[in-house]
T-cell receptor, first 116, second 108 residues
Framework: DTEVTQTPKHLVMGMTNKKSLKCEQHMGHRAMYWYKQKAKKPPELMFVYSYEKLSINESVPSRFSPECPNSSLLNLHLHALQPEDSALYLC???????????????FGPGTRLTVL | QQPVQSPQAVILREGEDAVINCSSSKALYSVHWYRQKHGEAPVFLMILLKGGEQKGHEKISASFNEKKQQSSLYLTASQLSYSGTYFCGPLTGNQFYFGTGTSLTVIP
């Protein structure tokens, strides 16, 4: 199984809502990533988890809160978002972050988020 | 600083060749290449390593010039399925950061 799954596919939320995005992989990968992608722009790295520990936080606002409950699962908790946070949120995984130079990333289909 | 790709966009007829370039302001140790079709997730194409080693899934070739901090992707005899946006990702530390992207459209 070389699939990364993400739920939900689409999410519409108000600025006062709390919601969560979920990502799952069963490839035995120990590195998981969250990216944000605006239309016609490259994906921007948000967070990296390596062996369930946060390794990189690209100065992401605290209204985005990542969580890695186990090696297969990655969540992104959303609270008090702004309309400019509307984007496609991509999850990815790779075999091992420590050797990421030689390991490709597998991307999920993304969650398209709209903040009203 | 984000890696810069050129050209920004290119249109090809089936069977034509194309070259996509990627320039980094930082020293290159390895470069990832991904393709993203409209409305889909990025898909891995290739990793280029220092010393010339390559790792990829498709019949796409690429080069890596460490001194010039550049990488190029070569698409030969293009097919309709090659259409999409191509991203390079030079490695910085343990993580790569996507370049500005090149939109490739192949027409019949």
């Amino acid at each position: 199984d070389t699939e990364v799954t993400q739920t939900p596919k689409h999410l519409v939320m108000g600025m006062t809502n709390k919601k969560s995005l979920k990502c799952e992989q069963h490839m035995g990968h120990r590195a998981m990533y969250w990216y944000k992608q605006k239309a016609k722009k490259p994906p921007e790295l948000m967070f990296v988890y390596s062996y369930e520990k946060l390794s990189i936080n690209e100065s992401v606002p605290s209204r985005f809160s990542p969580e890695c409950p186990n090696s297969s699962l990655l969540n992104l908790h959303l609270h008090a978002l702004q309309p400019e946070d509307s984007a496609l949120y991509l999850c990815a995984s790779s075999q091992d972050f420590r050797t990421s130079g030689v390991n490709e990333q597998f991307f999920g289909p993304g969650t398209r988020l709209t903040v009203l | 600083q984000q890696p810069v790709q050129s050209p920004q966009a290119v249109i090809l007829r089936e069977g034509e060749d194309a070259v996509i370039n990627c320039s980094s302001s930082k020293a290159l140790y390895s470069v990832h290449w991904y393709r993203q079709k409209h409305g889909e997730a990025p898909v891995f194409l290739m990793i280029l390593l220092k010393g010339g080693e390559q790792k990829g899934h498709e019949k796409i070739s690429a080069s890596f010039n460490e001194k010039k901090q550049q990488s190029s992707l070569y698409l030969t005899a293009s097919q309709l399925s090659y259409s999409g946006t191509y991203f390079c990702g030079p490695l910085t530390g343990n993580q790569f950061y996507f370049g500005t992207g090149t939109s490739l459209t192949v027409i019949p």
